[in-house]
């Protein structure tokens, strides 16, 4: 299996400084003199992380590999740390790695490691569902066989117990066998003569790669936090002390250069990263090998030209296959030698595309089926036209907004497949996030009431009836009289606790998750101009390695443009990239591709915009899913889907959103970063979500209790409002349990639905009016810019590298 071309000079960097924290002999790259210790004027320095907005084409096409290549070595040997994810705003493995627990990024990190191709998804969901109900049916016979024995739970709980844990073995080991393979593949990257080493350096490197590798992708481990240093030394000599001490010096100093260019999302991990026994035991607390697979597709990259990634996800289709129609069908549109349909879009498809537009097909038949046959007696005819009522409401708004104006910007493929990003990935993370944040806010504010209802009643604590107490039936929830009348008197701790439901758990996390679903998507049409600038050390032409993925062994020549030498060993390694011919496409084992031709500042803009949409009306229209089959009738569900239609906040939000990532990519305003850039949505999102909480909330506590309405409600009626979030409280309110009351729904008048609907609307209203606003002042910018430059540079946020 064909090695990584090494890098010679920042490897020969990274092996000292290796050698340096094992205390042996390093070889100084400048005059290759053997030495025991490193005088501080040939110790290697800590890269200068420059602005990048103010280097040259060939510097920015470098400098992925600059901010990820560090001159200190982490555990394992890896060039960033462990918990380095979101360091680098134009990374995408970060979201990529927390997105299904890191499953698709595995699956692409392994076939381009090994060329192994995993087993596909109905595969996969088949063995894992069916085997955890063969495990359901095994422990119900057994059940039958020791009933009304003393291990009876036990029988239960075996089977199905066994069958997960055995699942979630068989996951950890596949990737620590990755981890190794990789680290492996670095070693012979950092020493290509390590095959004639002695057995006492292999035993060492064996041992370092088992402790990497113990505990990173288990299920959930505590993991040493790979970022402390001591300055201590077990030989306690002076000479161990001073190298000791200057490698803790420089690395500081990489901490305070990643501090410089994180933005809000890095920060927030880092404190994440903080709260989660780092300051107590100095470890990190892992679920599922998340961080792990950031990690090695951090280094995958570094090691790797960005052609090699040049792959959809779940097929591993290489652009090359299929972006050449879509830049035909572009080519003539512009020539006008030919009108485009919609039917010659849909003919150049992806694979992945393709594989959407099916599931989507057999998932509106399936329900049909269900509904036709009643498999499921509360699913009528009525509900699959909702379905996909809801799903044309979502395209409507594609159409409008893509189709009509920009089609030729963005290609289908890439809107089908940011759609499906919001569609399942943004709405999974969005609906994980808010039920950890709402927990936890539901246990403050239930903390909070309760010291208050102490305040307010101190005889609670002089009661004997111990099973009342901590049964809730004392209490601010106890009963609905006893919750209206400390939300009236407290009503600053209830519209605190709504502004955090809004604003953070609705709004921050929903917006985020929007922008970081847009984000990780990889697509032919935001990569523009050349790239062949692959690394630093081989010149601006750049080398594509050969590696397992590549179904060919043929080897070109690489040549070296800063020396003017052709080496024999990447002569072996390496053949020169990217193709652009057939006869290119048959050395590399890869379709041509080349890059989309560089557009001007306007199109790069707009590309944007349409696709972070895209994004939201996926999202927007799963969550309207969920609101929609919420109803207890059709009629209830038109009318929310007609309310939600009339007030699309999503896609505003979103259209908010690209304001700021044009400013930061294509304006090249580095100033700007993620926070500024998606503050206006939250703001928005944030104040749309509390007005209309509080409204509803308002409504219910200062309405006048009947009887004869509770039992009405309590046995079920239709909430036509968008936003009705008066049940919220219904988890503290008690179960259907005889002693504790049933929860009530409040059911909204017209007047109050027409209220809430009002000022939906103006919030609405004033979200277009400020994109208006700001997309025209931006639009400006982008002509004048047009005018100052002849083509736009390969941005970070443009350029998949």
């Not at 939300?487 to 996390?509: G, R």
């Not at 049409?525 to 790239?531: A, E, N, Q, V």
């Not at 080349?594 to 009306?617: D, E, K, L």
């Not at 889907?641 to 700021?660: E, F, T």
């Amino acid at each position: 299996m064909t090695s990584f071309a090494p890098i010679s000079s920042t490897d020969s960097m990274r092996r000292n400084r290796i050698a340096a924290q094992q205390h042996e002999p390093v070889i100084l790259a400048s005059t290759g003199t053997i030495v025991t210790d490193l005088p501080d004027s040939e110790y290697p320095r800590p890269l200068q992380i420059g602005d990048y907005s103010q280097r040259s084409q060939s510097q920015q096409s470098a400098y992925y590999y600059e901010t990820t290549t560090t001159t200190y070595s982490y555990r394992g040997g890896f060039s960033t740390s462990l918990c380095d994810l979101f360091q680098d705003p134009r990374d995408r493995s970060s979201c990529c790695a927390l997105t299904c627990c890191g499953t698709f990024l595995q699956d692409r990190n392994r076939f381009i490691l090994t060329g192994e191709m995993p087993p596909p998804w109905w595969m996969r969901i088949l063995v894992h569902v069916g085997g955890f109900v063969l495990s359901v049916i095994v422990s119900s016979i057994l059940v039958a066989l020791f009933f009304n024995n003393q291990h009876s739970l036990l029988a239960a709980l075996l089977p199905p117990v066994l069958f997960v844990m055995a699942m979630l073995l068989r996951g950890t080991t596949m990737r620590q066998q990755l981890r190794k393979q990789l680290q492996i593949r670095m070693m012979e990257t950092t020493n290509p003569q390590s095959h004639n080493n002695d057995n006492h350096q292999s035993s060492s490197f064996s041992q370092q790669l088992h402790l990497s590798t113990r505990s990173e992708h288990w299920c959930c481990a505590l993991v040493s936090n790979d970022r402390r240093r001591t300055l201590a030394h077990p030989n306690n000599t002076t000479t161990a002390m001073s190298r000791t001490q200057r490698d803790q010096h420089y690395f500081l100093q990489e901490e305070r250069q990643r501090r410089q260019q994180a933005d809000f999302c890095f920060r927030i991990w880092q404190l994440l990263s903080c709260l989660c026994c780092d300051i107590c035991c100095f470890s990190w607390c892992h679920w599922c090998g998340m961080c792990a697979t950031g990690q090695e597709d951090r280094e995958l990259r570094r090691l790797l030209p960005p052609q090699v990634f040049w792959r959809d996800y779940i097929t591993f289709q290489p652009y090359g296959e299929y972006y050449p129609q879509i830049e035909w069908l572009r080519q003539q549109q512009q020539q006008h030698t030919t009108t485009t349909t919609f039917w010659n879009h849909l003919g150049a498809l992806s694979q992945l595309s393709q594989k959407l537009l099916s599931l989507l097909q057999c998932s509106i038949l399936l329900l049909l089926g269900i509904a036709t046959f009643h498999i499921i007696s509360s699913f009528s005819i009525g509900k699959v036209f909702v379905v996909v009522a809801t799903l044309a409401q979502a395209f409507l708004i594609l159409y409008l907004v893509y189709w009509r104006h920009h089609r030729m910007d963005v290609s289908l493929d890439a809107i089908i497949k940011f759609f499906a990003s919001g569609f399942v990935l943004a709405m999974t993370a969005a609906l994980v996030v808010e039920l950890l944040l709402d927990a936890i806010g539901e246990v403050i504010f239930s903390i909070v009431m309760t010291n208050e209802y102490i305040q307010d009643h101190p005889e609670v604590l002089t009661m004997d009836d111990d099973y009342a107490i901590a049964h809730g039936q004392v209490g601010p929830f106890s009963n609905i009289e006893t919750f209206k009348g400390m939300a009236q008197k407290h009503y600053i701790t209830l519209l605190v606790y709504l502004f955090f439901k809004a604003v953070v758990v609705a709004a921050l996390v929903e917006e985020m998750t929007k922008y970081y679903c847009f984000w990780m998507v990889e697509h032919p049409d935001y990569i523009y101009g050349s790239l062949r600038h692959v690394n630093p050390e081989m010149g601006e032409e750049g080398a594509f390695c050969n590696h397992p993925a590549d179904n060919n062994n043929n080897h070109g020549t690489t040549t070296n443009t800063n020396t003017n030498t052709t080496t024999s060993q990447q002569q072996q390694q390496c053949v020169v990239a990217p193709p652009t011919s057939p006869s290119e496409s048959a050395t590399t084992g890869m379709p041509p591709f080349r890059p989309r031709q560089t557009p001007n500042h306007t199109t790069a803009g707009a590309a944007i915009t349409v696709g972070m949409i895209a994004t939201a009306a996926g999202f927007a229209c799963s969550e309207n899913l969920m609101y929609v089959f919420s109803q207890n009738s059709v009629a209830g569900e038109i009318t929310v889907l007609m309310v939600r239609s009339a007030l699309p906040v999503h896609s505003i939000c979103a259209a908010i959103q690209s304001i700021g990532v044009v400013r930061r990519d294509v304006e090249q305003d580095t100033d700007y970063k993620i926070g500024w850039a998606i503050f206006p949505a939250v703001l928005l999102h944030g104040m749309f979500d509390f007005i209309l909480l509080s409204l509803s909330m308002m409504e219910y506590v200062w309405s006048p209790s009947s009887s004869s309405s509770t039992n009405n409600n309590s046995q079920g009626g239709d909430n036509n409002s968008q936003h009705s979030n008066a049940g919220a409280h219904d988890d503290w309110l008690g179960t259907n349990d005889d002693e504790y009351p049933a929860p009530v729904e409040y059911s909204e008048t017209f007047a109050e639905q027409m209220l809430s609907f009002s000022v939906g609307a103006a919030i609405t209203m004033i979200g277009v009016i400020y994109y208006v606003n700001e997309s025209g002042k931006q639009r400006h910018r982008l002509q004048a810019l047009e005018m100052t430059t002849a083509e736009v540079p390969s941005t970070a946020g443009l350029v998949f590298t």
